[in-house]
């Protein structure tokens, strides 16, 4: 039986918006220790993901907001897909992790290639 | 049959060294787009590891060099260890990547969750 998003998901999901700072960001990181911060507008709408390689890669710049580096098209996992599907989903995108959403849209949680890594050792 | 790091992993492993700037790296984050850089010393050793987040956690700070953010203590792979015991070391440090060393310590590649998610899709 392949385990579905919501099985393996963080449920927990830190959030910004996208007029935070990106030092607020790296604040963040730094503190929860993960990469990946979706970012959502005034009415919790994910309008964008930020993870710590859009920080590093920004270094030197003078951007300042999240506005300035986020990635605007989220690639999404619903709560029910099944998780070969979304590690394929990465693969394809080149990218660690997925916001997980229910069928309205609403954020539920967060995927990455180290939570599904964790799968490979666990079914032995 | 599980697989071996050595099957897994990336060979042509991009590093620098502890003198480098953060900008440089962060300038080889955003080409290569990948999250994880060996730090070695003039005679080619495994000195240190640093990671976009490592970059964007030094994000406002006055920090220059790599030597100011790598971390000196790098958990590693053998060439012929199973990944199933790479995911388990992966989890167990909070790390998502190691670099891959033979008898010799000498690096021969890198492994990442990224690369451990792609077999669970595969297998299917
Ligand atoms: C090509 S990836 C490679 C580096 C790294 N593994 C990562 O995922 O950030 C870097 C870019 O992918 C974007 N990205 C990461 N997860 C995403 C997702 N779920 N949807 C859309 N873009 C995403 C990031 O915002 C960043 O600009
Ligand atoms: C606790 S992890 C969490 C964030 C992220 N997933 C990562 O691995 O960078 C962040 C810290 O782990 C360190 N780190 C990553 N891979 C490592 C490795 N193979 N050996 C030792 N430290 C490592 C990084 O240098 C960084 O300071």
Not at 18 to 36: C, M, Q, Y
């Amino acid at each position: 039986v392949v385990p579905l998003a919501k099985d393996i998901m963080t449920k927990k999901v830190v959030i910004a918006t996208p007029r935070d700072s990106i030092a607020s960001a790296a604040r963040i990181f730094a503190e929860k220790n993960f990469d990946h911060l979706p970012i959502v507008d005034q009415n919790g709408k994910l309008v964008g993901i930020v993870t710590s390689w859009d920080i590093a890669v920004a270094v030197g710049t003078k951007k300042r907001r999240l506005s300035d580096v986020l990635t605007p098209k989220v690639i999404t996992a619903r709560e029910d897909e099944p998780i070969d599907e979304v590690a394929r989903k990465l693969e394809r995108h080149g990218i660690s992790g997925v916001p997980v959403v229910d069928a309205e849209g609403q954020l539920k949680g967060i995927l990455t290639t180290d939570d599904i890594s964790m799968l490979v050792w666990r079914r032995r």
